[in-house]
Nanobody
């Protein structure tokens, strides 16, 4: 499987970004999929999941700010992020659950 994340960038606090994760070699609609992030010097943490049935789940700190969604025709999973904070700065990755090969991630930097 190959995962390609995109959509990151530099955004001011309070801003929004939409990340995309395109997959080949794996069908997202048949798998649980998660978005993860890893800040400099930190561990990789889970920020959102979407089940094969379309159910979503978020840690409390992301609820109301992050939304995970899936386009089955494009075999792509998205992460819409609003009200971004400097502490959201990290490299964001997607992966199936259980994991397959990790992509390169996409850098999100929240700074004024």
């Amino acid at each position: 499987a190959q995962l390609v994340e995109s959509g990151g960038g530099l955004v001011q606090p309070g801003g929004s970004l939409r990340l995309s994760c395109a997959a080949s070699g794996i069908i997202f609609s048949r798998n649980h999929v998660g978005w993860y992030r890893q800040a400099p010097g930190g561990q990789r943490e889970l920020v959102a999941t979407i089940s094969s049935g379309g159910g979503t789940n978020y840690p409390d700190s992301m609820k109301g700010r992050f939304t995970i969604s899936r386009d089955n025709a494009q075999n792509t999973v998205y992460l819409q992020m609003h009200s971004l904070k400097p502490e959201d700065t990290a490299v964001y990755y997607c992966n199936a659950i259980p994991w397959v090969s990790w992509g390169q991630g996409t850098q999100v930097t929240v700074s004024s």
